[in-house]
């Protein structure tokens, strides 16, 4: 088992920035990919962003490229989001899940934090 716990969110203004923080504990060795997505009320789960343990591959959605930026911390087995340039449509709550691979997809994600909130004001 992994476990995920989220932490950075809150409410900030458009334009702002935001980090969030995702930290892994259990059997993370059994996860290479570390990745979040974002569910606002009424949609899907969206791919947001992802990244590798062992290579520090990552990867975004059309949505994300150029504003946010993940990244990993190994000794701390936390990852990161970074959100600059925070546009209200960016609100949702954040939730950091661990698979296998990088992957935009949900399913390829066996495990999952509870989520942060994200609000951004316009």
């Known amino acids: 088992q992994v476990q995920l716990v989220e932490s950075g969110g809150g409410l900030v203004q458009a334009g702002g920035s935001l980090r969030l923080s995702c930290a892994a504990s259990?059997?993370?060795?059994?996860?290479?990919?570390m990745a979040w997505f974002r569910q606002a009320p009424g949609k899907y789960r969206d791919f947001v962003a992802a990244?590798?343990?062992?290579?520090?591959?990552?990867a975004y959605s059309d949505s994300a490229k150029g504003r946010f930026t993940v990244s990993r911390d190994t000794a701390k087995n936390t990852v990161h989001l970074r959100m600059n340039s925070l546009k209200p449509e960016d609100t949702a709550i954040y939730y950091c899940a661990a698979g296998s691979v990088v992957a935009g997809n949900h399913h390829a994600y066996d495990y999952w934090g509870q989520g942060t909130q994200v609000t951004v004001s316009s």
């Open positions: 259990g059997r993370t060795f059994s996860s290479d990919a």
């Open positions: 990244v590798s343990w062992s290579g520090g591959n990552t």
